[in-house]
């Protein structure tokens, strides 16, 4: 990236696990003071050691997304310990694969509540704070799914154009308060919670369909999440980054 991060404030949500835990050691290790919530504080800790031992810095919060009152606490406490909020990765979010004649209301309701609700109240919430600060960048992590189709992920696939549509909006309707909102829709990335099943034949027969032959690793998210969060993008708001191989291009 042309421009430093070292000394800005940031807020990533559902860092227990996976891309979550990944975005915030990235960040961290660009010198930017971090504030990392979820639900499993205990995997929190692990995360803040580590951070820590590496001379970065980390502020542990729990947060709920899907609750109000939860998200208004997580937000102010994140902007107030760490003398503001520069960086929203809004990050969150859970699956249900299921076709959707088997799919109950509770488990469709439980992906909206989180993937597009929990969206919707953590970047209205940092929204303000930064706006009153004089600017900020929000960066929603969508998917690919939300831009197409899936067999079991109906309500997944549904939150995330909900998530992609409402980055643009929100885009809109910030950008005089100089708070930028984008999105950064991976495709298929390689983690502990999917090793096995891209290990298996179906596994297998779905990575021939990505035009790379290969999954996305954490670290291929990156340079579009440095260059979203940082002041290289100050003209970029309402953009869609699409980072998967050129799956979501591929010829029927």
Avoid: C
């Amino acid at each position: 990236m042309t421009d430093s991060l070292a000394g800005h404030t940031a807020l990533v949500t559902g860092a227990s696990s996976g891309l979550g835990r990944h975005f915030a050691r990235l960040l961290a290790s660009r010198g930017v003071k971090v504030a990392i919530g979820a639900r499993r504080m205990d995997r929190l800790v692990t995360l803040a050691e580590e951070i820590r031992a590496s001379g970065g810095e980390a502020l542990l919060v729990e947060l709920d997304v899907t609750d109000e009152a939860s998200v208004t606490q997580a937000v102010g406490q994140s902007a107030d310990a760490l003398g503001g909020l520069d960086i929203l990765v809004n990050n969150a979010g859970i699956v249900i694969a299921k076709p959707a004649l088997e799919m109950s209301i509770d488990e469709w309701d439980a992906q909206i509540a989180t993937n597009l609700r929990g969206v919707f109240l953590v970047a209205r919430t940092a929204a303000r704070r930064m706006a009153e600060q004089g600017g900020g960048s929000i960066i929603n992590i969508a998917s690919i799914a939300g831009l197409r189709t899936g067999g079991h992920i109906s309500a997944y696939a549904a939150s995330k154009a909900g998530l992609i549509h409402l980055t643009r909006n929100l885009a809109i309707e910030l950008a005089r308060s100089n708070v930028r909102v984008n999105a950064l829709a991976p495709g298929y990335i390689e983690t502990e919670l999917n090793a096995e099943f891209f290990a298996s034949k179906a596994g297998e027969e779905l990575i021939k369909r990505i035009p790379q032959r290969r999954l996305g690793r954490p670290e291929d998210l990156d340079g579009p999440l440095l260059l979203l969060a940082s002041d290289a993008s100050r003209y970029m708001t309402g953009a869609v980054l699409v980072v998967d191989g050129g799956h979501s291009v591929n010829p029927l």
